[in-house]
């Protein structure tokens, strides 16, 4: 199959942590078939990162929320791919989150959160 290009430059900024180019990428070809929860959860997964990285932890929380209700009904492997282990990391984001709805920017940038780089087989 051949993949959107937006698609895989998603995938490239996601491995190299560019969260809000990732929300940009994809919500351009989302905007053409909102009905396309795939598409949806992958966009809620970046902008949950994003607002992680920012210490909205209360957005975080909602968006990783979205991302693993929408993402769950395309596993095990949809467009190339493995949604089971992408819903395993969000997992793992949730559960390394304060208990809080916001810390300070410098505090969020110096936790450790889990990290994630997205392969997709091009070869389906």
């Known amino acids: 199959m051949q993949y959107p290009v937006q698609y895989l430059q998603f995938i490239e900024k996601f491995n190299e942590g560019e969260y809000y180019e990732c929300h940009d990428l994809l919500e351009d070809i989302w905007m053409e078939d909102k009905s396309d929860k795939f598409l949806q959860g992958l966009l809620q997964l970046s902008v949950g990162l994003y607002h992680l990285e920012y210490g909205n932890l209360k957005g975080a929380r909602w968006m990783f929320g979205n991302a693993r209700k929408y993402l769950s009904r395309y596993g095990p492997v949809h467009w190339g ?35 994630m780089r997205l392969y997709v087989d091009t070869s389906c």
């Open 81 to 115: 791919l493995d949604v089971e282990e992408v819903l395993r990391y969000i997992e793992k984001c949730e559960a390394v989150l304060p208990d809080q709805d916001a810390i300070p920017y410098a505090e969020a940038k110096a936790m450790t959160f889990p990290s």
